[in-house]
């Protein structure tokens, strides 16, 4: 789950793996409340990218 203090509209959501592979997409994203399931993944750091065409947001995660 990600929180913003704004709503977000129309917005992407990119997660890549340390070494810069996409793993992970969404489109068209709104609200301020993002949840997405991620236990497809193995277990390592990533890397989140979610940008509304104005505002870009990265925060690395790990998977255990």
């Given at each position: 789950n990600l929180s913003f203090e704004n709503?977000?509209?129309?917005?992407n959501l990119k997660i890549a793996s340390i070494?810069?592979?996409t793993v992970f997409e969404?489109?068209?994203?709104?609200g301020d409340n993002l949840s997405?399931?991620?236990?497809d993944?193995?277990?390592g750091i990533y890397i989140i990218q979610?940008?509304?065409?104005?505002?870009?947001?990265n925060t690395k995660f790990v998977k255990e």
């Open positions: 709503n977000l509209e129309n917005a070494l810069g592979q969404k489109q068209n994203l709104s997405f399931n991620v236990s993944l193995t277990k979610v940008s509304d065409g104005v505002l870009v947001f």
